[in-house]
């Protein structure tokens, strides 16, 4: 294991990752997209608008339930997934427009090695932004039930801890593929901007209009395919087809870079 | 263990048709200076990304401190390098870049500062990066080359930026860890920079390799010639006939009479031109720099 996987290669990246900048602001924008799906969940109950994305309404009944204390953070994964993207995304093709890369490379020359610290690090540091995603969410939750007129007696049972388990673990496995996803195209288009552009672009646009014009792709698009990882399922899309198909999206893709990355001469 | 720091033997990259570097041979010894010098885009820093193991050759082998560059795993942890110019994270302080590099090549934090001090950043090593001037980027390069404590240094125009004072800290720099026992593998474009702390000479044009050696077999291809001058220009004409008549090849240029042949002649000129009547207001016996024997062995008076 210590050939594939060198501690050293880890702690360093968390030393750019812990950077004020990068950590106090994706942290921030982590807990207010979290804090800002959860507040609207409770404020709303009682708009005929609705109260969930896309004007969906979460009833008073369905947030009563064991499940309900984590309606909110698993509604805000795919927000967290596309702050997950970027930062993997830029964290890797900054080094390409840094030129930063060839001296990583010359004080770790196994460039697998390389890549996997740099993605475990990465990957511990989405953990990190869902823990605090949760807190948020769920003291919000707390917090705003009273005013929703919702009882929260069901949240604090044993069943509820094992919802809690339950979604913290889908959200984070959505969350780091979102994040996954950002790696590739960092290491596939070697610009921030562009992996940045390109992975936005294609979730938050792309396939939203793919699947207006034809639902049935939704079953298909790899960002609804990670958003439902987070929810545990729908009705269109179960949770086993949801996990199979972005797995097989991330190993191809994975493998493609990987190779890449390992063959592709540093020149700049 | 070979006593060799660097050998490579018809070291080729080629782009397309294109040969960045074509069937380099050349060798560093343990514990020297070597200079690696070319114009620009002549594939000194294409050469040395190969040493380093950032792009693969197209043929051709090469060792570094006796292991093939195939495995630079083998070898990098005692080298350390400088490539193309400085390059880190705009907005780490010069302390945390050079403690992510140090952290991954798992040396330790201990000796950063010291490092800083080395170069001469010392007090600005808690600045961002992207507050430093081109010259402190390029000592920050330097420290995070030194890193490793390295036995081969390898450099790529370090000076590049740095004032007359900074170049001057350069070579003082290079010269000490030869001194401690580092073999400093270092390019520029610039011969003139090189030839004051160079042991060794690498000469590199067009991806060809047309010198490599003792900097000392450079000196003695240097051809020793004698400047002229007089007060009247039609002079020269005479004192080219002298040249001539004495077997001594001369040319006119600016209304300076350049006549190669050794200082010891100027005597024997000063006196035929005196026997003549010429007056001479110049004669300088002069040797060629070596950026100037360079061309004039290469044929390239570019």
């Known amino acids: 294991m ?24 994706t942290m ?32 008073r009944d369905i947030l009563q339930l064991p499940s309900g204390l ?3 953070f698993s509604n805000a994964a795919g927000l967290l997934g596309i702050v997950a993207l970027c930062v993997f995304a830029a964290q890797t093709a900054q080094e390409y427009t840094y030129g930063t890369l060839r001296n990583l490379l010359v004080r770790q020359p196994r460039r697998l090695q390389l890549l996997l610290g740099k993605y475990l690090s990465m990957a511990s540091f989405a953990v990190v932004m869902v823990i605090l995603a949760a807190t948020v969410s769920m003291s919000l939750a707390f917090g705003l039930s009273g005013k929703a007129k919702v009882a929260t007696d069901a949240w604090v049972t044993s069943d509820a801890l094992h919802e809690l388990a339950k979604t913290f673990g889908n959200v984070l496995l959505s969350v780091i593929a979102f994040g996954t996803v950002g790696m590739i195209l960092g290491l596939l288009l070697r610009s921030p901007i562009s992996a940045i552009s390109l992975g936005v672009i294609w979730l938050l646009i792309v396939e939203n209009i793919l699947i207006a014009v034809k639902a049935s792709l939704g079953k298909w698009m790899p960002g609804n395919l990670m958003s439902t990882i987070a929810t545990g399922g729908t009705s269109n899309v179960s949770y086993t087809h949801a996990i199979s198909f972005t797995a097989m999206y991330l190993v191809v893709g994975t493998v493609i870079v990987t190779t890449l990355f390992k063959r592709r001469d540093v020149s700049n | 263990m070979s006593n060799l720091a660097v050998a490579v033997q018809d070291l080729s990259k080629k782009y397309g048709d294109t040969f960045a570097v074509s069937h380099a041979n050349f060798e560093v010894p343990m514990g020297t200076v070597c200079g690696f010098v070319g114009p620009n885009g002549s594939g000194k820093t294409t050469t040395i990304r190969m040493l380093l193991g950032l792009i693969s050759p197209t043929g051709g082998t090469g060792e570094i401190l006796g292991h093939s560059i195939k495995h630079p795993e083998r070898y990098l942890a005692s080298v350390g ?37 080395r170069v001469g950043l010392g007090d600005r090593g808690n600045s961002k990066y992207k507050t430093y001037s081109l010259g402190m980027k390029q000592r920050l390069g330097i420290a995070a080359a030194l890193l490793p404590n390295p036995k081969l240094l390898i450099l790529d125009e370090p000076t590049n930026g740095l004032d007359p004072e900074g170049i001057q800290e350069v070579r003082d720099l290079l010269k000490s860890l030869a001194q401690e026992g580092t073999t400093v593998f270092v390019s520029s474009h610039l011969l003139s920079e090189l030839e004051l702390i160079s042991q060794h000479l690498v000469m590199l044009r067009k991806g060809k390799v047309l010198f490599a050696g003792k900097i ?31 077997g001594h090849k001369s040319t006119i240029r600016s209304g300076v009479a350049h006549i190669e042949g050794p200082a010891e002649w100027a005597a024997e000129l000063n006196k035929s031109a005196f026997a003549a ?26």
């Open chain 2, 81 to 117: 390098a400088m490539i193309e110019g400085p390059a880190f994270y705009p907005a780490l302080t010069g302390r945390e870049n050079l403690n992510v590099l140090a952290t991954l090549g798992g040396y330790g934090t201990d000796h950063v500062q010291s490092l800083l001090e």
């Open chain 2, 277 to 302: 009547g010429i007056t001479l207001s110049q004669l300088s016996p002069m040797l060629p720099s070596l950026e100037e024997t360079f061309f004039e062995m290469t044929g390239d008076s570019e």
């Open chain 1, 28 to 59: 921030l924008a982590s807990a207010g997209l979290t804090g800002l799906v959860t507040s609207l969940l409770f404020l709303l109950i009682d708009s005929p608008q609705g109260n969930s994305d896309r004007g969906n309404m979460i009833s």
């Open chain 1, 2 to 25: 210590n050939q594939i996987f060198k501690a050293q290669v880890f702690r360093a990246e968390w030393r750019k990752l812990r950077r004020p900048t990068l950590f106090i602001g």
């Open chain 1, 70 to 72: 984590t309606i909110g």
């Open chain 2, 216 to 246: 000392e077999d450079l000196f003695l291809a240097q051809q020793p010639f004698i400047l002229v001058k007089t007060p009247n220009e039609i002079d020269l004409v005479k004192i080219q006939e002298i040249a001539t008549s004495a």
